[in-house]
């Protein structure tokens, strides 16, 4: 499975890689930090909307929810790919030598 395809909303791959090429780069840890500012800025840009929407200076409801979920999207994605190291580090510790 090519993980470089899966890409959320508002999350560009990691050091400008296209989808479907391979990174030749870039180590886990960056690719990790880059992930992890990126999901951190969403999450700053949505307070941020809802924020401006609840003191009346939000153009548009629309905005506001687009970016909460593309926020919210972006934290599952972030937690479900912690849930998976951890799983996969479980695994490898439970394997015997």
Same mark, same amino acid.
């Given at each position: 499975m090519d993980i470089t395809r899966i890409q959320t909303p508002g999350m560009p791959l990691p050091s400008g890689t296209p %989808?479907? /090429?391979p990174s030749t780069g870039a180590d886990f840890s960056t690719v990790l930090? /880059?992930? =992890? #500012?990126? &999901?951190n800025a969403l /999450?700053? !840009? @949505? $307070?941020? @909307? @809802?924020? #401006?929407?609840v003191i009346g200076r939000a153009q548009s &409801?629309? #905005?506001?929810? =687009? %970016?909460? $979920?593309k926020a919210d999207v972006s934290l599952r994605?972030?937690?479900?790919?912690? !849930?998976? %190291? &951890? $799983? %996969?580090y479980q695994e490898i510790m439970r394997m015997q030598i």
């Open positions: %989808a479907g /090429q930090r /880059q992930t =992890i #500012d990126t &999901v /999450q700053t !840009n @949505a $307070e941020s @909307a @809802a924020r #401006d929407f &409801v629309h #905005d506001t929810m =687009i %970016a909460m $979920e994605l972030l937690t479900t790919m912690r !849930n998976k %190291a &951890v $799983e %996969a």
